[in-house]
């Protein structure tokens, strides 16, 4: 273990404070110790973002492929879980069916019609907590239509999913796979064989099995629950915190809503400022020096790619809300190098989608002016940060 001696802010930080107002530990770290070892998360954590990006594009060094990824163990390998040549052989079949226009022509229609039902529901009661009323629904049911799983009751597929979280975090904490965990990714897996047979128009599931050369079911089932698990708590995520930042900036919230051409870039600068998957983790294949750092083989170095996009560096003035920089899409949101998110694309269809209908069909919309509505609607969270609740009133 390294000698916090070395990393006296690292030594500091607490869970409580990465999980909270994160951005000005973030700042002081990328300062003093742009890699840092945080007793807290015995881990490295990186927050500078050339560093960053060296550190996702480099995957001999820093790989997935290691014990520590609980994921694996309860729903078998994947993308998200190889490096090298086994990655490249799992991700490759989903990638043509995950490229911009092949996703804008198999699901814009249905995406807007999901955001226009639960529109539809929303608009005459006044008022509503934008998370879990709207965001989380947008992205199940998006990713329920993706894998062809709409015709499954989503009350099914969510309980299988907070199972199967569930069983991921027990084995992170060094317990066995749960038999619940093992049901649920049982039943799961039942459910989606029979997408995979259909036609490739059918579904993305169904589409990546036509191009499948050498994948058996089991890797395309564990791929699409990885794909399930990746689309749904992060865009939720994604769309909350896009609603957030223009709930926060009512100038730029009437700026869209008067010129929607401007939507792409306040999304993207709403990505940079606080990306749902605000960290991601990577241990290190052998010794190796990452700047001030002298890090050992086996040890966790967690990316913070919430510290990446706020590097001043890169960003000037990089607290500020502006969808007018000029390099926006130099976010690390997405993350970078062999693991970069394969769902981008339907994401950011997704949130455009969603948000543009809420300030059209809810032009008045604001957030609710209760002091406990505000401290609640601000995004929070270690890994995963969005806000706890969005309540609004229109
Ligand atoms: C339609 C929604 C989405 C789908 C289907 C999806 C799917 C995936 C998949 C399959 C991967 C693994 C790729 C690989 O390992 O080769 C991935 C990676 C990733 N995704 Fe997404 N994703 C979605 C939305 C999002 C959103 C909204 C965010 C954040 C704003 C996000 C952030 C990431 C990040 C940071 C990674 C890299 C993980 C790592 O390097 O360890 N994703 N995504």
Redesign the pocket.
């Known amino acids: 273990m390294p000698d916090s001696a070395n990393f006296p802010l690292g030594a500091q930080i607490t869970l409580d404070e990465l999980a909270g107002d994160v951005h000005p530990v973030l700042h002081r770290l990328r300062a003093a110790e742009p890699v840092s070892w945080l007793p807290a998360l015995n881990a490295w954590l990186v927050t500078r973002h050339d560093l960053a990006i060296a550190v996702?594009r480099d995957a001999k060094t820093y790989t997935?492929d290691h014990p520590g990824f609980s994921t694996a163990q309860v729903v078998g390998p994947?993308?998200?879980?190889?490096d090298g040549a086994e990655?490249v052989r799992?991700?490759r079949p989903?990638e043509a069916p995950?490229r911009r226009t092949a996703v804008h022509n198999r699901f814009r229609q249905s995406v807007a019609q999901h955001i226009s039902k639960l529109l539809d529901e929303l608009v005459p009661k006044g008022e509503a907590e934008l998370r879990r009323e709207f965001a989380g629904p947008v992205?199940v049911k998006?990713?329920m239509t993706?894998l062809g799983l709409d015709d499954v009751v989503e009350t099914a597929v969510l309980g299988w999913y907070d199972t199967i979280v569930q069983a991921v975090t027990q084995v992170t904490a060094g317990e066995p796979v749960s038999a619940e965990g093992r049901a649920a990714f049982a039943a799961l897996r039942q459910t989606l064989l029979p997408s995979l047979r259909r036609n490739p128009e059918a579904n993305l599931l169904a589409a990546a099995s036509g191009m499948a050369q050498g994948l058996s079911d089991e890797e395309i089932v564990s791929?699409a629950a990885?794909?399930?698990?990746?689309?749904?708590e992060?865009?939720?995520?994604?769309?909350a915190?896009a609603l957030y930042f223009l709930l926060t900036n009512p100038a730029w919230l009437k700026r869209v809503q008067a010129d929607a051409t401007l939507l792409p870039a306040v999304i993207e600068e709403t990505?940079r400022l606080e990306?749902?998957?605000g960290v991601?983790?990577?241990y290190a294949a052998q010794d190796t020096r990452l700047a001030n750092a002298e890090i050992a083989a086996g040890d966790l170095v967690r990316?913070s790619?919430s510290g990446a996009n706020r590097d001043s560096a890169v960003f000037p003035e990089p607290d500020r809300f502006n969808p007018l920089r000029p390099n926006l899409r130099e976010h690390?949101?997405?993350?970078?190098?062999?693991?970069?998110?394969?769902?981008?694309?339907?994401?950011?269809?997704?949130?455009q989608l969603a948000v543009q209908q809420v300030l059209v069909r809810l032009p008045e919309v604001q957030l609710q002016p209760s002091e406990m509505a505000i401290a609640v609607a601000k995004p929070r969270g270690l890994v995963f940060r969005k806000p706890e609740a969005l309540w609004v009133r229109w």
């Open positions: 996702m997935v994947s993308m998200l879980s190889l990655h799992q991700r989903f995950f992205a998006t990713m993706a791929n990885v794909l399930l698990f990746g689309g749904i992060t865009t939720e995520g994604m769309i915190n990505l990306p749902a998957a991601v983790d990577r990316v790619l690390v949101a997405f993350a970078q190098g062999p693991h970069v998110c394969l769902g981008l694309h339907l994401a950011r269809l997704e949130a």
